[in-house]
């Protein structure tokens, strides 16, 4: 027996509580994980930490139940990688801790590419207004933007099919997307606002890089900046930069700030960005095996004057929720919308020798106020319920917020 082979036979009496969960856990993407580095190592490896750190032996039991089944098994056994996994799966799911898990290689490969935010396209955000319409917001550098649509365009019609009001938000976004192949595309009608004017545009689908931070003046108010972060990434501090100069040149004299539906992402560059909001102090207390960390953000932001309001709904996530809190608890901003998902947990995503990967939970992190987070999430200051038809009524009630002077 090799020593590759015992950690993985020393396990194997989770095998079938370890599939069921790994299966459940390795095709759900996590609810928003802060990733704090990536880690290479192989699987024997990490077994072997664990085994020195805890004292163990060489899984004297599991060594044997592997042994009896070679002799004595009727029928054929899995293939050796299957029970790896399987094995693996089985030690992990003992630590009850839904964000700690293995991921086979082909789900390791679809997180990434869900990461790197590509997809086939014309490059727009699609919003609801508080009517209702379906406004679209393109992508700067993109598809929709080269052939001529604008933000706040309203769409109305997609390959000739009207939008009626209670058509779901996610079946729009599915009518704009695409294979990119052969000239392969979608026809689309808008109404320009505010003449009223209508034009059709016919547009190819390409690769669109998804940017993390999207920003605008608001057409309601424009007086009011609009900055949606959709997750952080190592882009995302310097994008934020560069929409509060953007914004800053409109002449905006207060900002939204969105994080709603944003699962997470990186722990550093989400500190970094508070830093254009906060000018110094703490931003998280972080706990773990080895203390507490303070992580404190430097002074020097570009828009720490400027009156906020933070909109959060339920999938506000991890470092959404971190962002939140700290500008929560330092009073720098008022929080609109629901109750935010409740995951104030760290996870270090090791990548293992056959591609596969393994998130592991390191650190768990209090707001400024040493408040918990995780399971419980972030009470707004002004809750909101959710239109049922998906009209935005939370950034309706931040720009009367802003607008009235309850600065």
Same mark, same amino acid.
């Given at each position: 027996?090799?020593?590759?082979?015992?950690?993985?036979?020393?396990?194997?009496?989770?095998?079938?509580?370890?599939?069921?969960?790994?299966?459940?856990?390795?095709?759900?993407?996590?609810?928003?994980?802060?990733?704090?580095?990536?880690?290479?190592?192989?699987?024997?490896?990490?077994?072997?930490?664990?085994?020195?750190?805890?004292?163990?032996?060489?899984?004297?039991?599991?060594?044997?139940?592997? #042994?009896?089944?070679?002799?004595?098994?009727?029928?054929?056994?899995?293939? #050796?990688?299957?029970?790896?996994?399987?094995?693996?799966?089985?030690?992990?799911?003992?630590?009850?801790?839904?964000?700690?898990?293995?991921?086979?290689?082909?789900?390791?490969?679809?997180?990434?590419?869900?990461?790197?935010?590509?997809?086939?396209?014309?490059?727009?955000?699609?919003?609801?207004?508080?009517?209702?319409?379906?406004?679209?917001?393109?992508?700067?550098?993109?598809?929709?933007?080269?052939?001529?649509?604008?933000?706040?365009?309203?769409?109305?019609?997609?390959?000739?099919?009207?939008?009626?009001?209670?058509?779901?938000?996610?079946?729009?976004?599915?009518?704009?997307?695409?294979?990119?192949?052969?000239?392969?595309?979608?026809?689309?009608?808008?109404?320009?606002?505010?003449?009223?004017?209508?034009?059709?545009?016919?547009?190819?689908?390409?690769?669109?890089?998804?940017?993390?931070?999207?920003?605008?003046?608001?057409?309601?108010?424009?007086?009011?900046?609009?900055?949606?972060?959709?997750?952080?990434?190592?882009?995302?501090?310097?994008?934020?930069?560069?929409?509060?100069?953007?914004?800053?040149?409109?002449?905006?004299? &207060?900002?939204?700030?969105?994080?709603?539906?944003?699962?997470?992402?990186?722990?550093?560059?989400?500190?970094?960005?508070?830093?254009?909001?906060?000018?110094?102090?703490?931003?998280?207390?972080?706990? &773990?095996?080895?203390?507490?960390?303070?992580?404190?953000?430097?002074?020097?932001?570009?828009?720490?004057?400027?009156?906020?309001?933070?909109?959060?709904?339920?999938?506000?996530?991890?470092?959404?929720?971190?962002?939140?809190?700290?500008?929560?608890?330092?009073?720098?901003?008022?929080?609109?919308?629901?109750?935010?998902?409740?995951?104030?947990?760290?996870?270090?995503?090791?990548?293992?020798?056959? #591609?596969?990967?393994?998130?592991?939970?390191?650190?768990?992190?209090?707001?400024?106020?040493?408040?918990?987070?995780?399971?419980?999430?972030?009470?707004?200051?002004?809750?909101?319920?959710?239109?049922?038809?998906?009209?935005?009524?939370?950034?309706?009630?931040?720009?009367?917020?802003?607008?009235?002077?309850?600065?």
């Amino acid at each position: 027996m090799t020593t590759a082979s015992k950690p993985r036979e020393s396990i194997y009496t989770a095998l079938v509580k370890g599939a069921v969960w790994g299966l459940i856990l390795s095709v759900m993407f996590i609810a928003g994980f802060l990733v704090r580095g990536v880690l290479p190592t192989s699987l024997t490896g990490m077994l072997n930490q664990v085994q020195s750190k805890s004292e163990v032996g060489q899984y004297p039991l599991l060594t044997q139940v592997q #042994q009896l089944l070679n002799e004595n098994y009727l029928r054929d056994q899995p293939d #050796q990688k299957t029970l790896e996994f399987a094995a693996a799966r089985g030690l992990v799911s003992q630590l009850n801790d839904k964000y700690t898990f293995l991921v086979e290689p082909p789900v390791a490969q679809s997180e990434s590419n869900v990461l790197a935010g590509k997809y086939g396209g014309i490059g727009v955000q699609v919003k609801r207004d508080e009517a209702g319409n379906f406004v679209l917001f393109p992508f700067r550098d993109g598809p929709a933007t080269h052939v001529g649509v604008q933000d706040s365009d309203i769409l109305l019609q997609v390959n000739g099919k009207d939008l009626p009001l209670n058509t779901q938000q996610d079946a729009v976004d599915q009518m704009l997307r695409g294979e990119v192949k052969n000239d392969n595309g979608v026809e689309i009608v808008i109404k320009r606002q505010p003449s009223g004017d209508q034009k059709t545009f016919k547009i190819v689908f390409e690769e669109i890089q998804v940017p993390s931070v999207v920003w605008r003046v608001l057409s309601e108010e424009p007086t009011i900046g609009y900055i949606q972060i959709l997750r952080f990434t190592n882009r995302t501090p310097d994008e934020t930069k560069a929409a509060i100069k953007d914004l800053r040149q409109h002449n905006v004299k &207060s900002l939204v700030l969105d994080v709603r539906n944003n699962p997470g992402g990186l722990l550093k560059e989400t500190i970094d960005l508070a830093g254009q909001f906060l000018d110094g102090g703490v931003v998280v207390y972080e706990h &773990s095996r080895s203390g507490e960390r303070t992580d404190e953000t430097t002074t020097g932001g570009l828009a720490t004057d400027l009156p906020m309001v933070v909109l959060v709904n339920k999938d506000s996530a991890s470092a959404a929720e971190l962002l939140a809190g700290a500008l929560h608890d330092r009073k720098r901003a008022v929080l609109i919308g629901q109750q935010t998902y409740g995951k104030g947990s760290v996870q270090l995503i090791f990548s293992l020798a056959d #591609q596969s990967a393994l998130h592991l939970t390191t650190a768990e992190w209090l707001s400024p106020n040493r408040t918990p987070i995780d399971g419980k999430g972030i009470t707004p200051d002004i809750p909101m319920i959710p239109d049922q038809n998906g009209r935005d009524v939370e950034l309706g009630e931040a720009i009367r917020w802003l607008r009235d002077g309850k600065k």
